[in-house]
């Protein structure tokens, strides 16, 4: 092969990454940065989301956003694990260099995806009011909180689109893309907020709106980085759903998203405990949920790198090199669980005063309850680094039934701390329920990595 040849399949499939081979501590960082990168621009105009309708709409509106986070984040958390769970065949297919099945992989999983976004859009809509009515929400934000969630729930396609596209190029070891598509949707988004807030005045529906348009962007520059790749031209035929390859990606995808569906609803019952202490409790709250993002920004991307890491070599057959990868991953995960730690308790409450004008009545009060529970959540940290980097390990190297139960642990200790400690401790209780979760989520995932690690060397 002449080196003009080379040099044009290098060209035609940039971006593209094989981790199988190279030091794994590097590769995982320089995978795991430009997600971070991503990540914080995504979690930039979630805040600024928060920031506009905190200080531009007032306190009410901030706690309408806040009293339905969690049933918002729930259709985010089923998208995510469905795609992510498919990425998995798609990467270990790259892995083990078997291109024409990564290329059917790939097919049936966006078919599937068609599917499940159509049917997520549907069944979202109309369960607004009924979930609204369950979480129990103060009356004077009902109005606002249904009208965001209508407008965002119209959005579920687009939310399928990208996270598909970034799931497929993560697979194949591209994580600078999605970054790219995520600076653009974050900047779209930001002067969309402040021209549908503040200028049109378009209350939370405008926020909602930004959010879509953005996403649209992001979808649109990951769908045309994919038409570039090479390894990824596929034919008429590889679009066509086969019955073992699609149950194959469902079964590796369905507990992804169980996992994140049941932890969700964990969520929505500490929300309804939340409600229940007033609006100032639930603007406080909903600010440091908003920060949340923020604290895990980094545990996300090396998740999402770890995934990537495990499944590729698990396709090459390494075994020895995931253990590696994995105790690389905690030590980078440690590190930098302990720097934001420190960032958050020294700056903590500047950043939320961001989220919260002290001017009004109930404002001292709700950034004071903001600034708690974002010190309990700092202090903890670590425990949710090791919960993101061991789970993704886990499903890498093709089980995706341990991270299900380690939701459903964190479903029941989630949902058991929102009320016991309530009850012992008063509202400040309720500020322990992520903490208790976590720590529920690392009891089972840890046994279970060395157990799955075992199987492998056996």
């Known amino acids: 092969m002449g080196t003009k040849e080379i040099a044009g399949k290098k060209k035609k499939n940039q971006g593209v990454t094989s981790m199988t081979q190279g030091n794994p501590a590097r590769l995982i960082l320089l995978f795991a940065l430009p997600l971070m990168a991503g990540n914080v621009f995504q979690q930039l105009y979630t805040v600024t989301d928060t920031a ?32 992510q769970g498919f990425s998995i065949l798609i990467a270990q297919k790259f892995g083990s260099e078997d291109y024409e099945d990564m290329r059917k992989a790939t097919g049936n999983s966006c078919m599937l995806a068609v599917i499940c976004a159509v049917v997520l859009c549907v069944a979202a809509e109309l369960v607004i ?33 990208y996270n598909m596209a970034s799931a497929v190029l993560r697979a194949l070891g591209d994580s600078k893309t999605p970054l790219y598509a995520m600076v653009l949707a974050s900047v779209t988004n930001i002067g969309l907020d402040l021209l549908f807030v503040i ?49 194959k990606l469902c079964v590796l995808a369905a507990p992804m998203a169980f996992q994140n569906g049941i932890i969700a609803v964990g969520g929505m019952i500490v929300q309804i405990v939340v409600n229940g202490f007033g609006v100032a409790f639930i603007a406080g ?24 890491y495990a499944g590729q070599n698990m396709g090459a057959g390494d075994g020895k090199r995931i253990s590696r990868g994995v105790r690389a991953g905690l030590l980078i995960g440690m590190v930098t669980s302990l720097l934001i730690t420190a960032v958050m308790l020294l700056f903590g409450r500047n950043i939320l005063g961001c989220f919260i004008s002290v001017e009004e009545a109930a404002g001292g009060e709700a950034l004071e309850i903001a600034f708690r529970y974002l010190k309990i959540m700092s202090i903890f940290l670590p425990i949710l680094y090791v919960l993101h980097i061991v789970r993704s390990s886990i499903q890498g190297m093709g089980n995706t039934v341990i991270p299900m139960v380690s939701g459903i642990s964190e479903f029941v200790m989630r949902t058991g701390a929102s009320f016991l400690l309530p009850m012992l401790f008063g509202e400040n209780g309720i500020l322990f329920a992520e903490i208790t979760a976590w720590t529920g989520a690392d009891l089972i995932l840890v046994p279970g990595y060395f157990h799955e690690r075992k199987k492998i060397k056996s």
């Not at 709250?285 to 990537?308: D, I, Q, R």
């Open 52 to 83: 506009i309708v905190g200080r531009a709409l007032g306190v009410e509106a901030l706690a309408a956003l806040g009293a339905v986070d969690w049933l918002n984040w729930m259709v985010l958390g089923v998208i995510q694990g469905i795609t």
């Open 129 to 161: 009011d009924p979930a609204i009515a369950l979480l129990k929400a103060p009356a004077e934000i009902v109005p606002m909180a249904s009208a965001y969630l209508r407008v965002m729930f119209c959005g579920i396609p687009v939310l399928m689109t």
């Open 199 to 247: 200028v049109f005045g378009w209350g939370v529906e405008g926020a909602a709106g930004a959010t879509i348009l953005a996403q649209i962007l992001s979808a649109v520059y990951c769908i045309l980085a994919i038409r570039k790749i090479e390894l990824l031209k596929m034919k008429r035929s590889d679009l066509r759903m086969e019955k073992s390859l699609c149950q």
């Open 285 to 308: 709250f909903t600010a440091t949920n908003k920060l949340y993002g923020v604290l895990e920004v980094a545990a996300t991307s090396y998740g999402y790198a770890m995934v990537t």
